[in-house]
């Protein structure tokens, strides 16, 4: 008979790196099953019978402290196992603490918070450290443990903090039991030494104690609440009906001089009353423009946070649709499942499918959390997609237009649109004003609601105090300001004129992004231009998962040469530490959806935009051979959409650990983020898909032309015979992320910053004194 297979059970205190330590793990046993379950999953009692079938214990990190029940679960019974039930355990960080503290030892504050930063360790060569030389370590922490050398444990390294050389402890071991623990992080993508080497010596240790001991590990009877060993990179089926792909109908021409802009306004972008998607790369990296030519038939998709149903639009049809077993990510994966199409052009990334937006809010209720803001009195839609089956795509590059269509036999649209643009084109008819009349400076007639200074900073003061206490080691703070529109023009809006789309040209000359979009999707009309990709996957088979998180900016101004970028963003302490904190969060993310294949491909570079130089880092993920193929029985890219699901909200937005970080903001934020920090972009019916964060954009609520029945997203009572139609009020979202190293005036400095590149589109700007 074989033996049985070893296996490691991984205690998560519910931090954002856990699946980077069962990488690490993996790595150091690749034979081992890894089994991850809450510190407050079991009771002692339930987990005792199964530890027999367990070769070791890891205790991962996670926020807050030893001393507070809530954050430490089950942890602290561990180190106090008889000897019945005894087995080697590993912690880090909090399992470090956690190890100190119950056998006497204190934890205390660092007089210096070391969040994302990057330590040299000292070590006794011994034990975990057998073997291992220098050791760069990163540290997340503001607490450590304090002994006193009477609590029966041996220190294995440490750290000299501050001048009077005072050693920091680092790592622990008992002294009679098989405990050993590290006070840094060896998982983290920038520790050199004390990772994989002194993992693969703690298991080397643990094999030894286990075999010296006669301890043999039990068969598993059953997986009960212990779930199905990571990896397990396979999401579940979305659907079992089988369908033929769709062929993709695609015509191509030159069209050097017709821009994306002059194609809406063609296709009728003018019109407020009609919904309107467009994608658009203004500037480096960003190459495609997409736009969807919809018509009344377009398929519309609305959910709201809580409810047990969608929304479901086709033409003059609406149709609540209960979830019933589904969340909305599955039934949407469904969907898609039954939309697939082929025989695209390879190159160009869209080829019909979803586009539209997701909410900050759709994310925290993917992670299990309820939003607990006071909703707006007009709420947009957390989920507002539209299908498109037409679209026109512009290579910015080469300025080639592509039309293709996913409707059969559709030939003759193919033939009528190229020759409407083509005709365009030639008698060079088209042209615009940039800067149009409805978004000129009015001063009289634009009011800027922006948040109070005096309790910003003092969130800010607050947010610092959990980061001191342990509770975070990052904290996106952000603030909603209002721009409240007495516009004239705006009743006038009508099939030739729209006042939305006039500001976001004005926009995209004023701040050209490389992921800018218009979206019209009532009730909610999003102006976007944001300089962050935050996930893009590509066609399977073999999707490549790719995550680019910016942390740290510089705008570009005389004598801010790239060496000048380089110095403020690479060499600045604060600015690397939050870029490797989020780094850390997404490979954490990634290697819960796609198993082990992760990898850093660019860290904290500085790259070049139009107005800015930004520090940005690259990770990519690839899933098992197999697991995304077209014939899998999966929606074609659900893989892509479960990573999605599994990486909302964007870690840049909330901060690390990220469901205590969330917790924690929601007690610092008076109102819902909603669009704000959420998600806009696309999945293509090809199996891609393109998603950036919502950030230096704008949008509103407007159902005066929103055909949905009543419901919870729509609760205004507005009309087009409404006196105040004239009254647009926009939301521009707008914050940064604190740290121990934050200064709270500085911090505002730079929302205020980030504000003004868009309330310039509103002929705004923030009032003097604030």
């Known amino acids: 008979m074989a033996p049985e297979s070893e296996r490691i059970l991984l205690v998560d205190s519910y931090d954002s790196f856990t699946f980077n330590l069962a990488s690490l793990c993996r790595r150091a046993a690749p034979a081992c099953q890894i089994h991850i379950i809450k510190n407050d999953q079991l009771t002692l009692p339930e987990l005792l019978p199964h530890l027999r079938c367990f070769s070791a214990i890891i205790v991962g990190p996670g926020p807050g402290s030893p001393d507070v029940p809530e954050d430490i679960g089950i942890v602290k019974h561990l180190w106090k196992l008889d000897d019945r039930h005894l087995l080697p355990i590993f912690g880090v960080c909090l399992g470090l603490q956690s190890l100190a503290t119950e056998h006497g030892a204190t934890v205390n504050r660092l007089p210096v918070v070391k969040h994302?930063?990057?330590?040299?360790?000292?070590?006794?060569?011994?034990?975990?450290?057998?073997?291992?030389?220098?050791?760069?370590?990163?540290?997340?922490?503001?607490?450590?443990?304090?002994?006193?050398?009477?609590?029966?444990?041996?220190?294995?390294?440490?750290?000299?903090?501050?001048?009077?050389?005072?050693?920091?402890?680092?790592?622990?071991?008992?002294?009679?039991?098989?405990?050993?623990?590290?006070?840094?992080?060896?998982?983290?993508?920038?520790?050199?030494?004390?990772?994989?080497?002194?993992?693969?010596?703690?298991?080397?240790?643990?094999?030894?104690?286990?075999?010296?001991?006669?301890?043999?590990i039990h068969p598993w009877s059953s997986m009960g609440n212990f779930g199905s060993p990571w990896p397990n990179p396979y999401p579940p089926l979305a659907s079992t009906h089988v369908t033929f792909p769709r062929t993709v109908l695609t015509s191509a021409f030159h069209a050097p001089s017709i821009d994306a802009a002059a194609i809406c306004e063609l296709l009728g972008v003018k019109d407020e009353s009609c919904p309107f998607v467009m994608l658009e790369s203004l500037a480096q990296p960003g190459r495609y423009s997409i736009i969807g030519c919809l018509n009344s038939a377009s398929a519309r998709i609305t959910y709201s946070i809580g409810?047990?149903?969608?929304?479901?639009?086709?033409?003059?049809?609406?149709?609540?649709?209960?979830?019933?077993?589904?969340?909305?990510?599955?039934?949407?994966?469904?969907?898609?499942?039954?939309?697939?199409?082929?025989?695209?052009?390879?190159?160009?990334?869209?080829?019909?499918g979803l586009i539209g937006y997701l909410s900050y809010e759709l994310g925290v209720e993917s992670l299990g959390m309820?939003?607990?803001?006071?909703?707006?009195?007009?709420?947009?839609?957390?989920?507002?997609?539209?299908?498109?089956?037409?679209?026109?795509?512009?290579?910015?590059?080469?300025?080639?237009?592509?039309?293709?269509?996913?409707?059969?036999?559709?030939?003759?649209?193919?033939?009528?649109?190229?020759?409407?643009?083509?005709?365009?084109?030639?008698?060079?008819?088209?042209?615009?004003?940039?800067?149009?009349?409805?978004?000129?400076?009015?001063?009289?007639?634009?009011?800027?609601?922006?948040?109070?200074?005096?309790?910003?900073?003092?969130?800010?003061?607050?947010?610092?105090?959990?980061?001191?206490?342990?509770?975070?080691?990052?904290?996106?703070?952000?603030?909603?300001?209002?721009?409240?529109?007495?516009?004239?023009?705006?009743?006038?809006?009508?099939?030739?004129?729209?006042?939305?789309?006039?500001?976001?040209?004005?926009?995209?000359?004023?701040?050209?992004?490389?992921?800018?979009?218009?979206?019209?999707?009532?009730?909610?009309?999003?102006?976007?231009?944001?300089?962050?990709?935050?996930?893009?996957f590509s066609r399977p088979p073999r999707s490549i998962y790719q995550l680019r998180p910016i942390k740290g900016t510089v705008r570009k101004g005389p004598g801010i040469t790239r060496a000048v970028a380089e110095q403020a963003l690479r060499g600045s302490v604060k600015e690397v530490a939050e870029n490797l904190m989020i780094v850390d969060l997404i490979r954490h993310d990634l290697y819960n959806v796609v198993g082990e294949n992760v990898e850093v491909k660019q860290f904290c570079t500085v790259e070049e935009y139009k107005t800015v130089w930004q520090l940005v880092s690259v990770i990519e993920g690839q899933a098992a051979d197999g697991t995304d193929e077209l014939d899998s029985g999966r929606a074609n890219g659900a893989l892509g959409w479960e990573v999605l699901k599994r990486s909302l909200p964007p870690g840049s937005m909330t901060g690390a650990p990220k469901k205590?970080?969330?917790?924690?903001?929601?007690?610092?934020?008076?109102?819902?983020?909603?669009?704000?920090?959420?998600?806009?972009?696309?999945?293509?019916?090809?199996?891609?898909?393109?998603?950036?964060?919502?950030?230096?954009?704008?949008?509103?609520?407007?159902?005066?032309?929103?055909?949905?029945?009543?419901?919870?997203?729509?609760?205004?009572?507005?009309?087009?015979?409404?006196?105040?139609?004239?009254?647009e009020e926009w939301v521009v979202g707008a914050g940064g992320a604190i740290t121990v190293l934050s200064d709270p005036h500085a911090e505002w400095e730079e929302m205020s910053i980030k504000l003004q590149s868009v309330l310039r589109v509103f002929g705004a700007a923030i009032p003097r004194g604030n």
């Open 116 to 216: 994302g930063q990057v330590s040299i360790i000292e070590h006794t060569g011994t034990d975990i450290f057998k073997g291992v030389g220098m050791v760069e370590a990163v540290r997340y922490h503001s607490l450590h443990a304090e002994l006193k050398g009477d609590e029966g444990l041996e220190v294995l390294a440490w750290a000299s903090d501050d001048s009077r050389h005072e050693k920091t402890v680092m790592a622990l071991k008992h002294i009679n039991r098989p405990f050993w623990a590290v006070q840094y992080h060896p998982e983290s993508v920038l520790t050199q030494g004390g990772g994989i080497e002194v993992m693969l010596n703690f298991w080397r240790l643990a094999r030894s104690w286990n075999a010296t001991r006669g301890r043999r």
């Open 660 to 727: 205590r970080s969330i917790e924690i903001l929601q007690t610092l934020e008076d109102s819902e983020r909603n669009v704000y920090s959420g998600v806009f972009g696309y999945w293509c019916v090809g199996g891609g898909g393109d998603w950036s964060v919502t950030i230096r954009s704008c949008f509103k609520h407007d159902d005066r032309h929103n055909r949905q029945p009543s419901s919870k997203t729509t609760r205004s009572t507005s009309s087009l015979s409404d006196p105040d139609a004239h009254v």
């Open 307 to 352: 409810d047990t149903f969608l929304q479901l639009q086709v033409g003059d049809s609406f149709s609540q649709i209960q979830l019933e077993s589904h969340d909305i990510w599955s039934w949407t994966s469904a969907f898609m499942n039954e939309r697939k199409a082929c025989g695209g052009t390879p190159d160009i990334p869209f080829w019909g």
């Open 370 to 536: 309820p939003s607990t803001a006071p909703p707006a009195d007009k709420r947009h839609p957390d989920m507002n997609l539209v299908f498109v089956e037409r679209s026109i795509i512009l290579d910015n590059k080469t300025s080639t237009i592509y039309l293709q269509s996913i409707i059969d036999g559709d030939e003759e649209w193919l033939i009528e649109t190229a020759g409407r643009l083509k005709l365009t084109e030639d008698t060079s008819t088209y042209s615009y004003n940039i800067v149009p009349s409805s978004t000129k400076v009015r001063p009289t007639t634009s009011t800027v609601i922006l948040p109070d200074k005096d309790t910003y900073i003092s969130r800010i003061n607050i947010a610092k105090e959990h980061l001191y206490a342990g509770d975070s080691y990052e904290l996106c703070l952000t603030a909603n300001t209002r721009v409240v529109l007495d516009d004239p023009l705006t009743p006038k809006a009508s099939r030739t004129y729209s006042p939305s789309w006039e500001r976001y040209k004005h926009l995209r000359e004023l701040n050209p992004a490389p992921h800018s979009g218009y979206l019209r999707l009532h009730p909610t009309t999003i102006l976007a231009s944001s300089p962050e990709r935050f996930l893009s």
